[in-house]
């Protein structure tokens, strides 16, 4: 089975440009989640998703970060303006099941490192 | 939202037994507890899950009290592919769950 598909690898921009970044999910999952995890800490939820609907965004910074998922498979993560905290590594994450428990499985992409100079 | 506080490290040899303990001591009725594995430049992977007592697989064993306020990780006899950060997750679905620090695990030849 395919894991989770995320690109750019490697994204490299200057304070104030924009970025997006593209995650494809394993096949049939229904809840996609997105993180940020900053050098040396742990993986920080942003988003999630069920289907192509929003579960969860307390912590997107909603001022310059969005995301969707339409058709409940495909997503992106965009940031407009980048400030140069946002240099961290997004992650993607897909499970199988829907809710509400527990919190099942969650399978991860190998993430876009962002680098904002 | 659940806290976790683990370890910032641990040093083990080969062959041993590492246990990683996680207090979560605002932990609600519903949450579930988690551990994910990380090694660098790789995104976390799920090792196991449980709700309360004890839970084992192929890996690992995953230890909860009654009260559940702990976990622990135990992996048995760790070669040096177990090196890697290990995460405590506690919450449920639809949640904003929260990844603590992790515990950097050194397994020594």
């Known amino acids: 089975e395919a894991g989770v598909a995320q690109s750019p690898r490697y994204k490299i921009i200057e304070k104030r440009q924009s970025v997006a970044f593209w995650c494809n999910p394993i096949?049939?999952?229904?809840?996609l989640y997105w993180y940020q995890q900053i050098l040396g800490q742990g993986p920080k939820l942003l988003i999630q998703?069920?289907?192509?609907?929003?579960?969860?965004d307390s912590q997107l910074p909603k001022d310059r970060f969005s995301a969707e998922r339409l058709k409940g498979v495909d997503s992106t993560l965009k940031i407009q303006p980048a400030k140069l905290e946002d240099s961290a590594v997004y992650l993607c994450?897909?499970?199988?099941?829907?809710?509400?428990?527990?919190?099942?499985?969650?399978?991860f992409g190998p993430g876009t490192r962002l680098t904002v100079t | 939202l659940a806290k976790t506080t683990q370890p910032i490290s641990m040093d083990s040899y080969e062959g041993q037994e590492v246990n990683i303990t996680c207090s979560h001591n605002?932990?609600?009725?519903?949450?579930?507890i988690t551990w994910y594995q990380q090694f660098p430049s790789q995104g976390p992977r799920f090792i196991i899950q449980g709700y309360k007592t004890k839970v084992t697989n192929e890996v690992a064993s995953l230890f909860i009290p009654a009260d559940r306020k702990s976990s622990t990780l135990s992996l048995p006899r760790v070669s040096l592919s177990d090196t890697a950060v290990y995460y405590c997750?506690?919450?449920?679905?639809?949640?904003?769950?929260?990844f603590g620090p992790g515990t950097r695990l050194s397994v020594l030849p």
């Open positions: 997750l506690v919450g449920a679905y639809g949640q904003n769950f929260v």
């Open positions: 605002n932990i609600a009725t519903n949450d579930y």
């Open positions: 994450a897909s499970s199988l099941r829907e809710g509400p428990f527990p919190l099942y499985e969650q399978y």
């Open positions: 998703f069920q289907n192509n609907g929003v579960v969860d």
């Open positions: 096949s049939g999952h229904a809840t």
